[in-house]
C-alpha cells in the first residue's frame, strides 16, 4: 500500500522559514495532484496550497506570496517553502496525494500524519 511521510515542521520564530517536505511510497501506480492542507485547534481544516501534476499551483490567500508549492515527480514528493511566518501559521500541516486506480478511472486521496508548525510571536 501507498503511505505519504511528513517532515520539516518545528517552532519558528515570527518571520522566519520552514520546509516541509512529504514523500509519497510504495506501490504507487500514477500520482494526480498533491496539496497541502492545515488545522489548527477549533477550526477546519483549510486547503493551502495544491499542485497539479502538470505544475499548476493554487494558493490560499492567506498565504499567497509567502508560500510557494513544488513536486519532483521523480521522487514522488512535495514541498512547501514556508517563508514570512506568523503566529496565525501555527496548525498542524497534512500532506495529501489523488492516486490513480490502475486499469480503473478512479482516484482516491491519501493523507500523512501531518507534522506540527509552531510560530511564536
Known amino acids: 500500500q501507498v503511505q505519504l511521510v511528513e517532515s520539516g515542521g518545528g517552532l519558528v520564530q515570527a518571520g522566519g522559514s520552514l520546509r516541509l517536505s512529504c514523500t509519497a511510497s510504495?506501490?504507487?501506480?500514477?500520482?494526480?495532484?498533491m496539496g497541502w492542507s492545515r488545522q489548527a485547534p477549533g477550526n477546519q481544516r483549510e486547503l493551502v496550497a495544491a499542485?497539479?501534476?502538470?505544475?499548476?499551483?493554487n494558493y490560499a490567500d492567506s498565504v499567497k506570496g509567502r508560500f510557494t508549492i513544488s513536486r519532483d515527480n521523480a521522487k514522488n514528493t512535495v514541498y512547501l517553502q514556508m517563508n514570512s511566518l506568523k503566529p496565525e501559521d501555527t496548525a498542524v500541516y497534512y500532506c495529501?496525494?489523488?492516486?490513480?486506480?490502475?486499469?480503473?478511472?478512479?482516484?482516491?486521496?491519501?493523507w500523512g500524519q501531518g507534522t506540527q508548525v509552531t510560530v511564536s510571536s
Open positions: 499542485i497539479t501534476n502538470s505544475g499548476s499551483a
Open positions: 510504495g506501490s504507487i501506480f500514477s500520482i494526480n495532484a
Open positions: 495529501n496525494a489523488n492516486l490513480k486506480v490502475p486499469l480503473t478511472s478512479r482516484s482516491y486521496d491519501l
